[in-house]
Structures are given as structure tokens and as C-alpha cells.
């Protein structure tokens, strides 16, 4: 009998369904089979910490229609569980980056100033960005190094995130904190019955596993996550 599209959707979505109960277990290196990355550390009850709202970024100078922002990679301790310092990698040092809140057809400019000891590129997911802005994996800013990247923002209203986007990395030093919200508003947007002001809050869902001490565990090869180096 030759398989109808019915039939082929109806395997797809057996397949989608075994993807997602799959869900929360990671390939750790070393074994044969996935296994769920649980938290030593103690894990805070559900609903008893407050949610945290990262700051709204300010640009450092507006000219000529332009509004002009720096981010800085650095590392840095948080408070992601209660009691518990975190060593991340952050914009600005914080986990999440700040937010950027840009407007439509408002050019916005984005200084990355890499303070950390790897080679980092910044992307903006989701945003119509222009070739040589666009962070593509191997378009890097070494470590000491500074670049700006520059969004035109010719887009309707778009809720966004920037990222680090390096090579067989971006997995890891993403893991590790960098990443940050950049919402681009317009007047359509603003015409809508929506949330505004404090209570537009924008929220960035990550997945971690925590070492007894507060470090963020990442199933990866080794203590340097990403691709092992080969001599």
C-alpha cells in the first residue's frame, strides 16, 4: 500500500511526540545512553523567588537619530540560586544581559568590548540585520578587542534576543550567560490593548544544572566545553 501524506504527518507527529518526552536529558560524554543532568545544589521551591527582571539598558549617547549602547563580556559571580555565587560570563556581568528596548526604524548601534579570555561574536536572533553586522560564527572579536554592530531596525515590532554566536561555542558560552533581550517597538504595537510599563515583562527561559557549589554544570567534554582541540 503506498504511504498517503496522512500517513507521513502521523509519523512525523509520533516523532515530534518522542522528541519532546525526551525532554530534560542530556547526552553526557562517556556514556552510551542519555541521562538526566540533575542539580546537586539545593533547588529553591517553585514560586518562592522572586522573578528576576533584568535592567533596561540606556544608551551611552544619542546623535542624528541614532542611539548608540555598549555591551561589555565579562566574568562575574551571580546570585542565580538563593545563597549560592554562580560564576557566569556576562554582558555587563549580569545573567541575563540587560534588556535593550529600541524602536522601529531607529538606527541602533552596539558596541561588544570582550573582556573575557575567548574569542566572542555578538548576533541579534530574529532581527533584519545587514551582512556585516549579522555576528556570523567565524566573524570573531578576540579577547581585548572591541566592534561595534550596527541594526537598522527596518522591522515591525519583534521581541528578540542577542547572543554570543562563536563557532562550535555558542552552545557553552551561552551556557555559561551570554544572552540578553532586545525588544523593538512601534506605533502598531503601541496601539494595541497590551501590557505596557512595568508589567511588559520580558522573560528569558534557560535550562541549567548546578555542582553543590553554585557552578553551572554543562554536559560537555571536559572542564572547556565546545570542540576539543587535536595537536
Known amino acids: 500500500m503506498t504511504p498517503t501524506r496522512r500517513d507521513a504527518l502521523r509519523l512525523l507527529g509520533l516523532g515530534a511526540v518522542a522528541a519532546v518526552g ?4 542530556s547526552l553526557i560524554a562517556g556514556t552510551p545512553q542519555p541521562q538526566l543532568l540533575t542539580s546537586a545544589a539545593p533547588l529553591p521551591r517553585q514560586f518562592a523567588v522572586p522573578l528576576p527582571v533584568p535592567d533596561v539598558a540606556e544608551p551611552v549617547r544619542s546623535a542624528g537619530g541614532v542611539d548608540f549602547y555598549e555591551l561589555t563580556e565579562r566574568a562575574a559571580q551571580a546570585e542565580v540560586l538563593p545563597g549560592l555565587r554562580t560564576p557566569i560570563w556576562g554582558y555587563g556581568g549580569t545573567f541575563p544581559g540587560p534588556t535593550i528596548r529600541a524602536e522601529r526604524g531607529r538606527r541602533t548601534v552596539v ?42 531596525l527596518e522591522q515591525r515590532a519583534a521581541t528578540l534576543w542577542y547572543h554570543d554566536h562563536r563557532m562550535d561555542y555558542t552552545g557553552p558560552q551561552v551556557w555559561r550567560g551570554l544572552a540578553g533581550m532586545f525588544l523593538v517597538r512601534d506605533e502598531e504595537e503601541r496601539a494595541l490593548p497590551l501590557p505596557d ?35
Open 197 to 231: 510599563g512595568e508589567r511588559d515583562v520580558p522573560l528569558l527561559i534557560c535550562d541549567r544544572s548546578f555542582a553543590a557549589d553554585g557552578t553551572m554544570l554543562y554536559p560537555g567534554l571536559g572542564e572547556r566545553p565546545g570542540v576539543r582541540a587535536v595537536s
Open 111 to 152: 558596541k561588544l568590548i570582550n573582556q573575557l579570555g575567548e574569542p566572542t561574536v555578538l548576533h541579534l536572533h530574529g532581527g533584519h540585520t545587514p551582512p556585516e553586522s549579522d555576528g556570523y560564527p567565524t566573524d570573531l572579536v578576540m579577547p581585548g578587542a572591541a566592534r561595534e554592530y550596527v541594526f537598522p
Open 22 to 25: 525526551a525532554q530534560g536529558c
